[in-house]
T-cell receptor
Framework: GQNIDQPTEMTATEGAIVQINCTYQ??????LFWYQQHAGEAPTFLSY????GLEEKGRFSSFLSRSKGYSYLLLKELQMKDSASYLC???????????FGKGTTLSVSS | DGGITQSPKYLFRKEGQNVTLSCEQNLNHDAMYWYRQDPGQGLRLIYYSQIVNDFQKGDIAEGYSVSREKKESFPLTVTSAQKNPTAFYLC???????????????FGPGTRLTVL
């Protein structure tokens, strides 16, 4: 199978930086998505990485290493509203379903 | 506005009854998907369809059925054969012809089904 692994839970304080890691199987890999999901709501798109390296988008950045099967989502200047679940999803073949990790629940405290 | 809709937001049914969850999109996407989400389980794929009149089973298809008679619509029926139907159900769509194999999935707001 194509397992996606990410930590179950993380905690941080307002203003801090947190890094959420994700590992995936590299065979047939096309790209890596990160979604944010607040409780009871639909996932919303954060980023998509195809090439190696870091892509920055405001307070959020995402990194990919294709050879290592590794990605991370970096959240800076954390705010209370960043408390959510963060889903890592690998894209193996266009038109087929993404393979999702179980999600990382991030709790931000004051 | 283009988007994907699911109805209803909350649904209650008695055990043993079949129930159909609606999913409609006006994004002109060929591919549509149904996921189930349970606490601590992430998203698990039930069924997906890459084109009208065709669909494939996902990882947990038992007890579910779908149809894809129109490009815009992909309803999911939860049958009485599904042992634990209470869950949050998410529908998504994607454009498989987007350049470079890009496969972003756009999600509907979800339906929370509770079987009493």
């Amino acid at each position: 199978g194509q397992n996606i692994d990410q930590p179950t839970e993380m905690t941080a304080t307002e203003g801090a930086i947190v890094q959420i890691n994700c590992t995936y199987q590299t065979s047939g890999f096309n790209g890596l998505f990160w979604y944010q999901q607040h409780a009871g709501e639909a996932p919303t798109f954060l980023s998509y990485n195809v090439l190696d390296g870091l892509e920055e988008k405001g307070r959020f950045s995402s990194f990919l290493s294709r050879s290592k099967g590794y990605s991370y989502l970096l959240l800076k200047e954390l705010q209370m509203k960043d408390s959510a679940s963060y889903l890592c999803a690998a894209n193996y073949q266009a038109g087929t379903a993404l393979i999702f990790g179980k999600g990382t629940t991030l709790s931000v405290s004051s | 506005d283009g988007g994907i809709t699911q109805s209803p937001k909350y649904l209650f049914r008695k055990e043993g009854q079949n129930v159909t969850l609606s999913c409609e999109q006006n994004l002109n996407h060929d591919a549509m998907y149904w996921y189930r989400q349970d606490p601590g389980q992430g998203l698990r794929l039930i069924y997906y369809s890459q084109i009208v009149n065709d669909f494939q089973k996902g990882d947990i298809a038992e007890g579910y059925s779908v149809s894809r008679e129109k490009k815009e619509s992909f309803p999911l029926t939860v049958t009485s054969a599904q042992k634990n139907p209470t869950a949050f159900y998410l529908c998504a769509s994607a454009d498989p012809l987007a350049g470079g194999g890009y496969n972003e999935q756009f999600f509907g707001p979800g339906t929370r089904l509770t079987v009493l």
